[in-house]
């Protein structure tokens, strides 16, 4: 077979009736040999002899969807100038759909000679890495439509493809820990049956097992490890399972499918700061066998290394306009194909850094804001990297962007364990974080608020330890953070104490009440509606176990019922969903009164063991307004917060209309998830158990 010129555009193989086009880039190559194998492994090598702008293509006629390939490139090799090109290394594309096959950790697959890191291998690896497959676009949509939720109605449930089928014993066994699990009518119904709108999926893009992993009997479990862009995580798919490559990507779509149709949104968690060819010492698997200086960030003085803002070796160079391209191809992509809703970007601020530090108006940003369809979708940041400087960028995204807010995780945590003087930055966090998104006139929804997430302990682990427990990581329970702000409630893990357990629920529903209650966007962690544990382990992205797994056994019927009422709650009450902050954190349409019903003075305020407060909430003043400009009127509401270790009465506030207060919710363990009782006048004296909260509701005249 002979290459046809074929066409520089689109990037990737593309396939037609008569063959494929094939298309790579490699601004540094002397040579691009595009390599198929059969099914067998044998291989056949084609020169690609047009190059334009640095795109190699060529057409291959008769060759369709499931043929395996990939490319070598002859260029030079010279590490200490950056470049890295061998041509005795198999890469992937770049721009590969699916990839099959897995990674043999052997010398072979490194581009030198292990022990001379400037040394020139002459190892193949082609029988030790993955091949790229050439996929057809055939799937049937339907009548598939994005759920096209607002913001404000959102509520985010991350979670992980795997490990929340794997052992649910309603999934059908060959489904568990697949995509098509997750499009399971059991997992849907757990989804839809919580009342959460929008599933964020830790990372599906392909990525591998790290060779220092492997060597320790461990996985990549979370996938932080991106070697495929384009390409779904051959590992989670059934249809690779059964024995047919290239599956994944319809059983992904099949499985957005199935999500859309019960109204709920898929959200990417994305890996564009690192690649899993790590550092100068890493492997070569793809892009640095291209390019390396223009997919990676390179150490000015010493191009031999990487500049690292992640902690993972290396870092995309999203400067050069290749790897600004192959990010942004990769997110329309999985928007116009894979029919996704959103994207929360994993150590955001490494892909905004110019000239080293972040920047809000870098090109990264500009593409993003004018792309005609990257825009339109939900963008969520992980404000911070592990760089300098600049890397704790909490509040400093653009105006359309969302992000983590690491300031509502650290306030709710330290409040509810007792640290004194939080109550203040309590009330800002509660009403939407005003403080870091007013200036630059953003909407609450630009916070994402969680008190977990997939990095750190759970909920349920939160309040059962205060040291991690990272043994089974193999690294001398060195790894992860020391910074847990946790407490575990008078005994430290598992224990038989009533009170202590007590404690524990009480703890876990007063932080996962305040978190759905709260004014932004909340993001639960998978497992925590019911109690999941990893028993203490903090990090746990190696543990393909059951340590990660969903225990569906093990369920809290009683934290799962509460969770169920609050997020019922706050669909309810259009004054928790508000798209604008309120006129004044402590004055207006919030007001905030002292257990003695009297106005919060700024001597309230400051006092450092103030620790309980009442937050009045007008369903009628400030209101949104629908699609159509009437005011979405909702009851008037009242949250009353006992921070104390003790019970404390409460004198309700003489405020709004003379209507009388009804029980909505208690976050006190033993109390029904919605109370009923006699109703309350102003200046009522109510009972607040320790560490707990109470949600009343005033309904509005018909």
């Not at 890295?84 to 290394?89: A, E, M, S, T, V």
């Not at 690896?125 to 055939?138: F, I, N």
């Not at 305020?605 to 979405?632: F, H, I, K, N, Q």
């Amino acid at each position: 077979m002979e290459l046809w010129p074929g066409r520089p555009f689109p990037l990737g193989a593309t396939p037609d009736r008569d063959g494929t086009n094939f298309a790579v880039y490699s601004g540094i190559a002397d040579g691009v040999t595009l390599c198929l194998f059969d099914a067998a492994g044998a291989e056949q090598q084609l020169p690609m002899l047009e190059q334009d702008a640095g795109v190699w293509h060529g057409f291959a006629p008769g060759v369709g969807p499931g043929q395996r390939y990939g490319y070598r490139v002859s260029g030079p090799y010279e590490p200490a100038q950056g470049l890295r090109c061998n041509p005795n290394k198999l890469l992937l594309d770049p721009y590969a759909q699916a990839i099959t096959g897995e990674i043999d950790w052997v010398d072979a697959v490194l581009g030198y000679v292990p022990g001379t890191p400037d040394s020139f291998s002459t190892l193949d690896s082609a029988p030790h890495v993955p091949r790229s497959l050439v996929v057809a676009d055939d799937f049937d949509w339907g009548s598939d439509a994005p759920p096209a939720i607002p913001y404000s109605d959102t509520i985010i449930y991350e979670t992980h493809v795997k490990g929340f089928t794997q052992l649910h014993p309603r999934v059908p066994a060959a489904l568990r820990g697949t995509y098509a699990g997750l499009a399971s009518k059991a997992a849907i119904d757990h989804l839809t049956g919580l009342g959460i709108t929008a599933v964020e999926l830790m990372p599906v893009h392909h990525h591998v097992d790290d060779g220092f992993l492997r060597s320790k009997g461990l996985d990549n479990y979370w996938g932080y490890s991106t070697l495929g862009f384009l390409a779904p995580h051959a590992g989670y798919s059934a249809q690779v399972r059964a024995g047919k490559p290239g599956g994944q990507v319809a059983e992904f779509k099949a499985m957005v499918k199935a999500l859309h149709a019960a109204g709920l949104e898929v959200i990417l968690d994305v890996v564009f700061n690192h690649t899993a060819e790590g550092n100068h010492l890493g492997p070569t698997l793809a892009f640095r066998g291209f390019d390396n200086p223009a997919y990676y960030r390179l150490v000015a003085s010493n191009a031999r290394n990487y500049f690292d803002t992640t902690g993972t070796g290396n870092s995309p160079n999203a400067e050069n306009p290749a790897c600004l391209r192959l990010i942004m191809d990769s997110l329309r992509y999985w928007i116009t194909e894979m029919h996704v809703d959103g994207y929360r970007f994993d150590l955001a601020v490494a892909l905004a850094r110019e000239h080293g530090g972040f920047d809000r108006v870098s090109a990264f940003f500009d593409l993003m804001a004018q792309d005609p369809i990257i825009s339109k979708v939900k963008l969520i940041a992980e404000p911070w990297d592990v760089g300098q400087p600049d890397s704790y960028d909490v509040g400093q995204f653009p105006a359309q962007w969302s992000e983590w807010n690491g300031r509502y995780r650290d306030t709710v945590r330290d409040f509810w364990r007792g640290v004194a003087g939080t109550l203040p930055d309590l009330a800002t966090r509660l009403t939407g974080s005003a403080d870091l998104y007013g200036p630059s006139r953003r909407r609450p929804n630009a916070s994402i608020n969680f008190v977990t997430c997939h990095d750190g302990f759970t909920l349920r682990d939160l309040v059962s330890y205060e040291q991690k427990r990272n043994g089974a990581n193999g690294e001398s329970n060195n790894d992860g953070t020391d910074d847990n702000r946790s407490w575990n409630c008078g005994s430290e893990g598992p224990t038989d104490d009533a009170g202590v357990l007590d404690m524990r629920a009480g703890q876990s529903r007063a932080m996962l009440g305040m978190l759905l209650l709260s004014l932004g966007v909340p993001m639960l962690l998978g497992g925590d509606e019911f109690g999941r544990t990893q028993g203490g382990n903090n990090n746990a992205y190696c543990q393909d176990n059951e340590i990660s797994w969903f225990d569906w056994k093990a369920v809290d019927k009683d934290l799962l019922a509460f969770t169920r009422a609050v997020i019922a709650t706050r669909r309810r009450h259009p004054v928790l969903r508000r798209r604008r902050f309120a006129s004044g954190v402590r004055r207006d349409d919030i007001e905030w009164f002292t257990p003695v019903g009297s106005a919060m003075t700024d001597s309230d305020w400051e006092a450092g063991w103030t620790r309980s407060v009442v937050a009045y909430l007008d369903g009628t003043r400030g209101a949104d307004r629908d699609d159509y400009g009437a005011p979405m009127l909702d009851d008037d509401l009242l949250l009353v917060v006992n921070g104390w270790w003790e019970p404390l009465t409460f004198t309700l506030p003489d405020v709004g209309s003379p209507r009388e207060w009804q029980r909505e919710l208690n976050s006190h363990p033993g109390s029904a998830e919605t109370v009923a009782g006699k109703a309350l006048a102003p200046g009522s004296k109510l009972a607040v158990e320790p560490r707990s909260f109470v949600l009343l509701r005033a309904p509005r005249p018909a």
